[in-house]
């Protein structure tokens, strides 16, 4: 007989449910051994292993030491770690495990499971007594009827609590060290000694997570799919023909809202990005804590120097020009000719001809005005536009001009150069391309703006995801401290490691929705920072304090009205004092991002949520459910939402080319009556590549299917949108920059593609294939809407393969008008990395019969009648 295929085998033993059991021997044993242990490979990162055995001696690894729980707690890197793992089983069969998570915090994890495969939600109680919490012991008092926690401190203390619920403790009591009783011991595995638990289980269970490890083996296969095998994938494939019928009796009503952008500032997207500003460290706010101390020279003088032998540069806090931005410089010159030089940002570009306008504050106590001559110089130390300004004594007082470019430079400085000795206080210095986009004051960068805008999104998610919830409590990002007067404005930390000034504010965000005519969502924080804080918390373990929670839901209350509150109200009044009296129409409203869905988290959650139902039942609010498209977080935050029934809910998720060609129907079996979704984050790339033509047909193709499924998806934005060459914290990204060019991605080109030619209804169609193989039919993608306001059909066709394929497209049911019609093609080879789209204008036939080339993408445009 034949070994069967190990692809052929999963396939059956997924299709048949009770195949596992009818694939066990007669030898098998109706119990055996099990295992549950950790490692400390990895950092102590690869979470809880199962091994299992018959006699206690010879032992079976299930999968190479997979992973079926990881720990959540803390950030990435330095957190995140199982440590002693004890499980225990309940009456009722449910299995609690405990671990230690560190050697510092006063803490361990919990989490329970029915099957020790589809665990739920991770705590982490804060103890009363002890040095720290090391090698937790769980056991059930059947007497008592609750749950005895035993566990060790650095110091040998051993301490015990006590919970019914794993909601409450009893406060931690020191017990002698005969308390402690720790079951562990040492096994020899094939691949070493290791420390666990060993329990006595039915085969049934142990058959279950052999089959769960063996099926994450196989999509993890299926992920790692890439052109770089097709020559053997598809070894002799001749060119494919497809016959496509159009439906459009079924025609079916799909969001109009699919394809929108997602702007975070990370990679610098903001500040020397698409903020206007030219000048870095413009308020002298940068300070250590923006790194963490691990840079010591990103103070408040980061980019500042001074030119003047006998003349000195300070930084003061005694008078500010706002108490939100306490820094300012002071100038002690003894003779004139003191300059002050600022570098920007990798340098200031400046463009021949170009008007830039230049201010500042200022205050000083000289008897009479000082004059400093304003000027914008290259690196050979030349003058490229110069102006004198005049600093009159007194207080703080704005001061500005315009200089003209006199030619260009890629690299310029400016230099602030004081004409006359004395005494003089600065800040806010800033300068400002006159021509930022659409002309606004304190606007953005216009050919970067651009390029956002040509893709036509629908809508902008803004802040940012991680930004949003920040770093810990104190980091959370608060919309009121980045609107009003510039000097107002509260900057602090990225939590991507650099500074933010809060220029590019609320304010500056609903006004580029608006000049691009994409609908505002904005996304605040659930109540709790980043599930990967190191400051302030241990990720949710920091929620923001219940009795400060009142103030923060206000606060969430006060944007609708500031967004869409008449001039008459509070902060309506404060959106009409910044220039625009008219409401922003803000319609939406994310709260939360990629969070652990915890107690602590649902309870805030929940307190925003019935708050904003209550007082603004217009805005449609998105939940969150978790940084991925499976586990704990996903399942729980999608039950949150059926309980709340929230409107729509925010799904994440990175993954390979291989995985987006692997699950277009992800969405097909998706309960029409529950929560919409949106597909807030997402990106394709190839593993040991990145990005290339090969990702963005992946994501063509799966954007096919969102269009299919535009009934349930009613939003989507890859992430992340921007990325500042030598400042990139991520990739992939849609579009790379530097301070002179835009270097849109060919994964640009193909969400530019679905922008531009988008529609509100979906025509089903079905396919014929010359070639049944499934991974031809996985790499054929096709999508076709109609724009019922401009009555136009929308055909999108993917194809994925190393050959042509040849298509007869029936249009004989649709009133297609006559002449001619707009075809554009994105092709090329999958490792190119600068693919463009070629635009043409075809004839139009009653059957479209096309070739579709090699690894492409096409897109056809006909009007209707």
Not at 14 to 40: C, G, H, R
Not at 268 to 279: C, K
Not at 502 to 511: S, T, V
Request: net charge neutral; glycine share 8%; proline share 5%.
């Amino acid at each position: 007989m034949k070994r069967m295929p190990i692809v052929i085998f999963l396939f059956i033993m997924l299709l048949v449910p009770d195949a596992w059991s009818m694939n066990k021997t007669i030898d098998e044993p109706d119990s055996v051994y099990l295992l549950f242990y950790a490692t400390t490979k990895n950092g102590s990162h690869n979470g809880l292993h199962f091994a299992y055995s018959a006699d206690r001696i010879n032992w079976t690894t299930i999968g190479n030491e997979f992973s079926f729980i990881k720990s959540d707690y803390g950030a990435w890197g330095a957190e995140k770690k199982m440590i002693s793992p004890n499980l225990t089983q309940s009456p009722d069969g449910t299995w609690h495990a405990v671990w230690s998570l560190n050697d510092q915090d006063h803490t361990f994890a919990h989490a329970a499971s029915s099957n020790l495969i589809d665990w739920g939600r991770q705590s982490y109680p804060l103890l009363s007594k002890g040095l720290n919490c090391l090698r937790p012991v769980i056991r059930y008092d059947k007497n008592n009827q609750y749950y005895i926690i035993t566990y060790a401190d650095r110091s040998e203390q051993y301490y015990t609590t006590t919970t019914k619920d794993f909601k409450s403790y009893s406060p931690s009591l020191e017990v002698p060290a005969s308390e402690y009783k720790n079951p562990s011991l040492t096994v020899l595995l094939p691949s070493g000694k290791v420390t666990g638990q060993v329990h006595r289980v039915a085969w049934r269970m142990v058959s279950q997570l052999i089959k769960e490890q063996d099926l994450k083996q196989f999509k993890e296969s299926q992920n790692q799919e890439s052109s770089l095998q097709d020559a053997q994938r598809f070894a002799g494939l001749k060119p494919v023909t497809a016959a496509l019928t159009i439906h459009p009796e079924r025609a079916k009503a799909i969001s109009d809202m699919l394809l929108g952008i997602f702007f975070e500032d990370i990679n610098y997207a903001a500040d020397g990005g698409l903020y206007g500003e030219l000048i870095q460290n413009r308020d002298f706010e940068y300070n250590l804590n923006d790194k963490k101390g691990n840079d010591k020279k990103w103070d408040s003088m980061h980019s500042w120097i001074l030119k003047g032998a006998i003349s000195s540069l300070t930084i003061d806090t005694i008078q500010p020009v706002h108490r939100n931005n306490m820094h300012y410089a002071v100038l002690d010159m003894k003779s004139p000719g003191t300059i002050l030089v600022n570098s920007g940002f990798d340098g200031i570009s400046v463009i021949n001809g170009a008007k830039y306008n230049f201010s500042l504050f200022s205050k000083h106590a000289e008897r009479k005005a000082i004059t400093v001559q304003v000027s914008l110089v290259n690196k050979k130390g030349e003058s490229i536009a110069t102006k004198n300004i005049i600093l009159s004594p007194g207080g703080w007082k704005t001061t500005s001009v315009q200089l003209t470019a006199q030619a260009g430079a890629d690299d310029a400085q400016i230099e602030l150069k004081v004409m006359s000795a004395g005494r003089l206080s600065l800040d806010m210095i800033s300068l400002f391309p006159a021509g930022t986009f659409k002309g606004r004051k304190n606007g953005l960068r216009a050919d970067l703006a651009q390029k956002i805008a040509d893709i036509h999104p629908k809508f902008v998610r803004f802040p940012g995801g991680c930004v949003a919830h920040g770093d810990g409590i104190e980091n959370i990002y608060h919309w009121k401290n980045t609107i009003g007067p510039l000097e107002s404005r509260k900057p602090q930390r990225n939590l991507w490691g650099y500074h933010q000034t809060a220029g590019l504010g609320y304010f500056e965000y609903f006004a580029f929705c608006e000049d691009i005519g994409a609908a505002p969502v904005p996304v605040v924080a659930a109540g709790v920072p980043c599930q990967n804080s190191s400051a302030g918390g241990k990720g949710q373990q920091g929620g923001i304090p219940m009795d400060q929670m009142d103030q923060y839901v206000q606060d969430i209350i006060d944007l609708v009205e500031y967004a869409n509150g008449d001039v008459t109200t509070k902060w309506g009044k404060k959106r009409a004092e910044a220039g625009h009296p008219k409401p922003f129409n803000l319609k939406y409203i994310g709260v939360g991002n990629e969070d652990l869905i915890t107690d602590i988290f649902e309870e805030r959650f929940t307190m925003i949520y019935n708050a904003l139902q209550k007082k603004h039942p217009e805005i449609t609010v998105i939940g969150t459910v978790g940084p991925f498209f499976e586990g704990t977080d996903y399942r729980e935050g999608w039950d949150l939402a059926a309980k709340l029934k929230v409107p729509m809910v925010d799904e994440h998720y990175y993954q390979t080319a291989g995985w987006f060609i692997n699950n277009q129907d992800f969405y097909d079996k998706y309960d029409r009556s529950k929560s919409k979704v949106y597909l807030g984050e997402y990106a394709a790339s190839i593993p040991g590549i990145g990005t290339n033509h090969e990702s963005a047909l992946a994501e063509a193709l799966y954007l096919t299917a969102l269009e299919r499924n535009g009934d349930v998806v009613s939003m989507s934005s890859y992430a992340p949108l921007l990325a500042k060459e030598g400042h990139t914290q991520w990739n992939p990204d849609l579009i790379y920059f530097n301070n002179t060019t835009v270097k849109p991605t060919t994964g640009y080109y193909v969400q530019q593609l679905f922008g531009q030619h988008a529609g509100n209804e979906y025509l089903p169609a079905s396919i014929q294939l010359s070639n049944s193989q499934e991974a031809v039919k996985k790499r054929i993608g096709y999508s076709v809407v109609r724009d019922t306001s401009k009555k136009e059909l929308i055909l999108k066709i993917v194809n994925m393969l190393p050959v042509p394929v040849n298509s007869k497209i029936d249009l004989k049911e649709l009133p297609i008008t006559d002449g001619k019609f707009i075809k554009t093609v994105l092709e090329g080879n999958p490792r190119d990395k600068n693919t463009v789209p070629v635009v043409s204008e075809v004839t139009f036939e009653s059957n479209l019969n096309i070739e579709l080339p090699p690894y492409s993408f096409t897109v056809y445009r006909l009007k209707l009648r």
